[in-house]
Antibody, heavy 122, light 108 residues
């Protein structure tokens, strides 16, 4: 069974840091792009960042550039999101998702993890 | 960056057909994918590409596209289809992704 399990969420003060992890199983992790997507309480989905299979390409939404870093360890089948200089507006459930990015444009996120809640508050 | 606009809410009678639209300039170049999200759950992919359904998604879900608009149609809506639906596509740069604003579907 293809599965993604996030961890590392919690309560952090503004300006603080947190590292999220996503453990993948049931598929060849090193063959896929991976993405982080977040959802603020009561709000819509926002794509945050993604990373190529070998880590050579990374892209970010403008609101997190310079503060968040996406990385992966293919030997451990794991995806990470290092979040620094956190702000109240970063409060959200963070999902990792397998990013099936194709040259034909049939991109999709499938599957998704269950999410981990990050709360930025003093 | 590009934006994808959806109607905030639509309602449909049980067994009837509902179409959810997603508008954005990037849809002229890239296909949309569609996600269903029920309260307290992670999103689930329902349609991607021209009109592809992942395994396990009922065939009452279908997708289409024309110009700058992508559409998700539920033909014969069921009570369990009540959920939020989001479209997604690459932005005009082709490097990053954008989600639509989301549509809440209520089945009456």
């Amino acid at each position: 069974e293809v599965q993604l399990v996030e961890s590392g969420g919690g309560l952090v003060q503004p300006g603080g840091s947190l590292r999220l992890s996503c453990a993948a199983s049931g598929f060849t992790f090193s063959s896929y792009w991976m993405s982080w997507v977040r959802q603020a309480p009561g709000k819509g989905l926002e794509w945050v960042a993604n990373i190529k299979q070998d880590g050579s390409e990374k892209y970010y939404v403008d609101s997190v550039k310079g503060r968040f870093t996406i990385s992966r360890d293919n030997a451990k089948n794991s995806l990470y999101l290092q979040m620094n200089s956190l702000r109240a507006e970063d409060t959200a459930v963070y999902y990792c998702a397998r990013d099936q990015r194709t040259a034909a444009g049939t991109d999709r996120f499938d599957p998704w993890g269950q999410g981990t809640l990050v709360t930025v508050s003093s | 960056s590009s934006e994808l606009t959806q109607d905030p809410a639509v309602s449909v009678a049980l067994g009837q057909t509902v179409r959810i639209t997603c508008q954005g300039d990037s849809l002229r170049s890239y296909y949309a994918s569609w996600y269903q999200q029920k309260p307290g759950q992670a999103p689930v992919l329902v349609i991607y590409g021209k009109n592809n359904r992942p395994s396990g998604i009922p065939d009452r879900f279908s997708g289409s596209s024309s110009g700058n608009t992508a559409s998700l149609t539920i033909t014969g809506a069921q009570a369990e289809d009540e959920a939020d639906y989001y479209c997604n596509s690459r932005d005009s740069s082709g490097n990053i992704y954008v989600f639509g604003t989301g549509t809440k579907v209520t089945v009456l």
